[in-house]
């Protein structure tokens, strides 16, 4: 819901990285969703399409890498995947747990010309 | 010529070293503050207006209300005793660390020991946005359902209080209090729980005892 906001953030830090380099253009921008985190693809592209405009990152190809959700069990030290809506430990069912990945909203990198 | 550089930058970022600054604000301040998340309905602004009452010559409060539009929540909180500032964020789905900035410098900070937000009602935004308040605190209410935790599990992970509003209604409506335990068990075995009515007071003295202990122990440090 708030994409808009979250673009302008990712278009004010990629603009600031590729000055401090001195380029002339942003042809690509990785960033790293997690699987838990509630952010749309689509809306982001949707209106970087329109705020990137006449910007040094116009037309920059946006590329959303995944990452997927883990948690680790605090009783048996189990690491495993989200399984459907079942948040609990498939070894020992216990549901004190942690997240240890899943979260992640952060510019990877960027591709300057 | 094609380069690529390493970035590594958290796109919350610029919110979250805003919340820093506002809770080292606040510290200095002497002020113990909560922000209080819920959907819309669920009871916040009547818990606020009981939470004013009951610390009413105990503490001195000030309230910060967000909602899309309107003065509604901070006149309440006027009339119940607090000092109010409203955040109309003409659209936005919640509040931010910036924000708050900006409510803060509308305040006599020396005049306030405990400050509560009211984040605009939404069980999603809000949770991504750190705004720099001492306790986290999601309201929710018995008529949303018990599957509540189930869909919305960003939020009840990421809270340090739950308050389970409305209990009076319990005999009238088909909320299952295990299964609803259950998943908030799941997703934050830590987390502090109080079981409310701001209609019939139950439960208001126990959440408004456990505030003057942390703001005495926040205090005390």
């Known amino acids: 819901m708030h994409e808009l906001m979250v673009t302008q953030n990712i278009l004010e830090i990629a603009i600031r990285h590729a000055e401090e380099a001195g380029a002339n253009q942003i042809s690509s921008i990785h960033l790293q969703i997690g699987q838990l985190a509630t952010l749309v693809d689509d809306s982001i592209q949707f209106y970087w399409d329109i705020i990137s405009k006449g910007t040094i990152a116009q037309g920059a190809q946006l590329n959303f890498l995944r990452i997927p959700a883990q948690f680790q069990c605090n009783n048996c030290k189990e690491i495993y995947s989200l399984n459907g809506d079942d948040f609990s430990c498939p070894s020992c069912h216990g549901i004190d747990i942690q997240i240890i990945a899943g979260r992640e909203f952060a510019l990877d990198s960027i591709e300057i010309e | 010529m094609t380069q690529r550089i390493e970035v590594l930058e ?158 009076d209604l319990l005999p009238y409506i088909n909320f299952d209090m295990q299964f609803f335990a259950q998943g908030v068990e799941i997703l934050n075995p830590r987390i502090r729980t109080f079981l409310t009515s701001c209609s019939t007071g139950e439960g208001i003295q126990s959440w408004i005892d456990w505030i003057l202990h942390q703001k005495k122990s926040f205090s005390a440090v």
């Open chain 2, 10 to 167: 958290d796109i919350f970022k610029a919110n979250n070293s805003q919340a820093l600054l506002n809770c080292s604000r606040l510290e200095k301040a002497g002020i113990f503050s909560l922000n209080l998340m819920a959907s819309p309905g669920a009871g916040k602004t009547s818990l606020i207006e009981q939470t004013i009452l009951g610390l009413k010559g105990k503490t001195r409060v000030a309230v910060i209300d967000g909602d899309i539009a309107t003065s509604m929540d901070a006149d309440r909180a006027e009339k119940a005793g607090a000092t109010a500032v409203q955040i109309n964020t003409g659209g936005e789905c919640h509040l931010d660390a910036f924000m708050i900035r900006n409510a803060l410098d509308r305040l006599d900070l020396s005049a306030i020991d405990i400050l509560l937000i009211e984040n605009v009602g939404n069980l999603v935004c809000p949770s991504a946005f750190r705004l720099g308040a001492h306790q986290n605190v999601l309201v929710a209410s018995t008529p949303e359902g018990h599957d509540k935790p189930y869909k919305y599990p960003g939020m009840y992970q990421g809270v340090d209080v739950l308050i389970i509003n409305k209990i």
